[in-house]
């Protein structure tokens, strides 16, 4: 074996098809889950590993995970140390919003609910409150925003949802702008530092884990962490604590990540589909969708597959 060959590294994986990380319920169930988490624990801080309960779910389910992201992402709860003994504690906005006597003070609270989750401030800056039809949304979350169909569909549930509950007009504005970057807003991720990663609502790992690698992939840029080999788009990144750059840091690689694709040519029409190891297929063709033009498409990988058999 060449000294060249035994040097050799396979290189990491592309990022797979991650959506921006949203709540995955609207504003009207979120609040009636934080009414639900305070009449069973109270104001005091709880384990997050027994939100569930309060909700009749399954301690360390992943509903429970997902419901207990989405109050976070809406600025009602908020996490205090990481990994199995990691708190939950009621926000500032989430204790004056169930103690307030006032319909203005909760109102104002739950406008800036509304507005906590930096992709519907974005999108609610450009929308507002009478949004485009779903098709033009869905074409905008999809091809431009890198949305899964499932999860662009999702989205605008929750979008009308917690606009239509909130009643904001057009007048009504974030109080923070988007942080492009992600994470602290005075502290940018590095590698070295310990964070987690949070997927349509869902915590993917149940402690923080180190960043080993940032790069951009199609204009944006992704984060690497140990123990993973495709990347996290960098809004679904929050920083738990900085860390010191490891010694071996220069070994880290330089991750071998697909050159960004031009948009189709007027009149073509693309699909992207990830295979099961997250490589990436294009499907190519001008004009419209339509039967014959899919059935032709099977025919034809039918026959290349009976020949690769061969």
């Known amino acids: 074996m060449t000294d060249a060959a035994a040097t050799d590294k396979p290189p990491a994986k592309a990022p797979k098809d991650r959506s921006p990380s949203f709540p995955f319920i609207g504003l009207p169930v979120a609040v009636e889950r934080l009414v639900a988490y305070e009449a069973k624990f109270g104001r005091h801080a709880t384990p997050a590993n027994k939100a569930g309960l309060a909700w009749d779910m399954k301690e360390a389910s992943s509903q429970a995970a997902q419901t207990l992201?989405?109050?976070?992402?809406?600025?009602?709860?908020?996490?205090?140390?990481?990994?199995?003994?990691?708190?939950t504690?009621?926000?500032?906005?989430?204790?004056?919003?169930?103690?307030?006597?006032?319909?203005?003070?909760?109102?104002?609270?739950?406008?800036?609910f509304a507005l906590t989750p930096?992709?519907?401030?974005?999108?609610?800056?450009?929308?507002?409150?009478?949004?485009?039809?779903?098709?033009?949304?869905?074409?905008?979350?999809?091809?431009?925003?890198?949305?899964t169909e499932s999860a662009a569909e999702t989205f605008l549930r929750v979008y009308d949802a917690t606009v239509a509950y909130a009643g904001?007009?057009?007048?009504?504005?974030?109080?923070?702008?988007?942080?492009?970057?992600?994470?602290?807003?005075?502290?940018?991720?590095?590698?070295?530092?310990?964070?987690?990663?949070?997927?349509?609502?869902?915590?993917?790992?149940?402690?923080?884990?180190?960043?080993?690698?940032?790069q951009p992939h199609n204009g944006k840029p992704y984060v690497f962490v140990d123990g993973e080999k495709t990347g996290f788009p960098m809004e679904s990144i929050t920083l738990e604590?900085?860390?010191?750059?490891?010694?071996?840091?220069?070994?880290?690689?330089?991750?071998?990540?697909?050159?960004?694709?031009?948009?189709?040519?007027?009149?073509?029409?693309?699909?992207?589909?990830?295979d099961d190891d997250g490589g990436e297929i294009f499907i190519s063709y001008q004009g419209e969708p339509s039967i014959s033009r899919y059935e032709f498409i099977r025919d034809y990988l039918n026959f290349k597959v009976e020949r690769a058999k061969k």
């Open 241 to 274: 604590r900085k860390g010191a750059l490891p010694e071996n840091a220069s070994d880290f690689p330089t991750l071998d990540l697909p050159e960004e694709r031009a948009s189709p040519k007027k009149g073509w029409k693309e699909e992207r589909l990830i």
């Open 118 to 147: 930096k992709v519907i401030a974005s999108y609610w800056s450009e929308w507002g409150a009478k949004r485009p039809i779903d098709a033009v949304c869905l074409d905008q979350l999809v091809l431009k925003a890198k949305f």
């Open 89 to 112: 504690n009621l926000t500032e906005d989430g204790r004056n919003f169930l103690r307030a006597q006032q319909d203005s003070v909760k109102r104002d609270i739950i406008r800036r």
């Open 168 to 214: 904001l007009t057009d007048s009504d504005t974030s109080d923070e702008p988007e942080d492009e970057a992600g994470g602290s807003d005075d502290k940018p991720i590095e590698i070295g530092d310990f964070v987690t990663v949070e997927v349509n609502g869902a915590v993917q790992f149940a402690e923080a884990v180190r960043v080993r690698a940032i």
């Open 69 to 87: 992201a989405a109050l976070k992402s809406f600025g009602m709860v908020d996490y205090t140390g990481s990994g199995p003994g990691r708190l």
